[in-house]
């Protein structure tokens, strides 16, 4: 299973960004998806959440200013960003678990897969 980012750059103070993220390989059923971020010399941080049923949760930076949504199925996950300040200048990744197979209601063979990592710098 690979994920592939998308969508970072460099924007003015205030402006938007939305990246992408898309999961490909052998994966039966993904439950969560997230998006993390990490600036120089800082540890990785969760900026946003989902769930299979749609269930988000934010960092209270992000909260009002971030979006995050996902198709599954398209096994994507997106992170619309508005407001962009400074301090949100980091490597921004995403992040996904489920497992690779199922029975029944059982899911069996737990996968976490974290992307390469996007860049996006906000500065004027």
């Known amino acids: 299973v690979q994920l592939q980012a998308s969508g970072g750059g460099l924007v003015q103070p205030g402006r938007s960004l939305r990246l992408s993220c898309l999961a490909s390989g052998s994966i039966a059923v993904i439950n969560n998806m997230g998006w993390y971020r990490q600036a120089p010399g800082k540890e990785r941080e969760l900026v946003a959440s989902i769930t299979d049923t749609g269930t988000t949760n934010y960092a209270d930076s992000a909260k009002g200013r971030f979006t995050i949504s996902r198709d599954s199925a398209k096994n994507t996950v997106y992170l619309q960003m508005d407001s962009l300040k400074p301090e949100d200048t980091a490597t921004y990744y995403c992040?996904?678990?489920?497992?690779?197979?199922?029975?029944?209601?059982?899911?069996?063979?737990?996968?976490?897969?974290w992307g390469q990592g996007t860049q996006v710098t906000v500065s004027s």
């Open positions: 992040r996904i678990d489920g497992a690779s197979q199922i029975m029944g209601d059982i899911q069996l063979g737990y996968i976490e897969v």
